[in-house]
């Protein structure tokens, strides 16, 4: 409400200055001819300065300023994939009965070209994943997601995050797995529904965590080839994946 008022009292003032100063050059030169003459060609060039001003300029400065904040938040996901995302494609594999068939198609990604992400983009979209909850060790991935709640609650705190909505959705859906997991004290005593409710709930956070982690991969083979490279030999769908340089 102040930073409007501001804006209203900046207004009024500068309006009144420019009636001020048409009257100053009125009494001093008494060519009200010549006034008009300039004062209707500025008003008629305005609407030209709002086309430059509101759609061009302003349209390259919001782009700008949109990369810049995509640039950032590459840097959070990466963190994300440092700190959970790894390390969850991990044990979410082992719940997937059809794991290594998608290991085949995602294990060598160095030569990678555009054309590769785009079908590696499409494949995993009608991939048939297989997730069964019985066949990974679900106490292992509740101990594990519960050791990085604090982490996860600091990025879903971070507002910049909303521009990102494929990977707010992703984190929405590892913190639900997290919270799902955590209610439940004795999995031995949970009904075979249960057991179903909780592999949807795995399958939702490993398909939308394996397209992030493709998209991911993809920014940095454009922007931080060093950084691809790290990336590219810790490969988690690698099982001989080994930060060595050979």
Do not use: C
Not at 44 to 53: D, K, M, N, Q, T
Not at 186 to 212: C, N, Q, W
Not at 217 to 227: A, E, R, S
Request: charged share 25%; glycine share 4%; net charge neutral.
């Amino acid at each position: 409400m102040k930073k409007i008022q501001w804006q209203i009292l900046l207004g009024i003032i500068l309006a009144l200055l420019s009636v001020i100063l048409y009257l100053a050059h009125y009494f001093i030169f008494r060519d009200y001819h010549h006034i008009f003459i300039y004062l209707l060609g500025d008003i008629a060039f305005l609407p030209i300065e709002v086309l430059l001003v509101t759609l061009i300029i302003d349209r390259v400065l919001s782009v700008r300023e949109k990369k810049s904040m995509l640039d950032k938040l590459n840097m959070v996901i990466g963190a994300f994939f440092s700190e959970v995302g790894l390390g969850l494609i991990h044990l979410f594999a082992s719940f997937d009965l059809n794991a290594k068939n998608i290991k085949n198609e995602l294990a060598r990604i160095e030569k990678w070209t555009e054309k590769d992400f785009a079908r590696i983009n499409m494949m995993i979209t009608k991939f048939k994943y297989s997730v069964n909850s019985h066949s990974g060790d679900i106490s292992q991935l509740k101990a594990f997601l519960n050791q990085r709640r604090g982490f996860l609650l600091r990025l879903l705190e971070n507002p910049n995050l909303l521009e990102h909505e494929k990977f707010t959705e992703l984190l929405w859906a590892v913190f639900h797995l997290t919270e799902e997991l955590d209610y439940r004290k004795d999995f031995s005593m949970s009904p075979e529904s249960d057991y179903t409710h909780i592999s949807g709930d795995i399958k939702r956070a490993y398909v939308l965590l394996i397209s992030e982690w493709i998209s991911y991969i993809k920014h940095l083979k454009k922007h931080y080839p060093y950084l691809y490279s790290l990336a590219a030999r810790m490969n988690p769908f690698d099982d001989n994946a080994t930060p060595v340089v050979s």
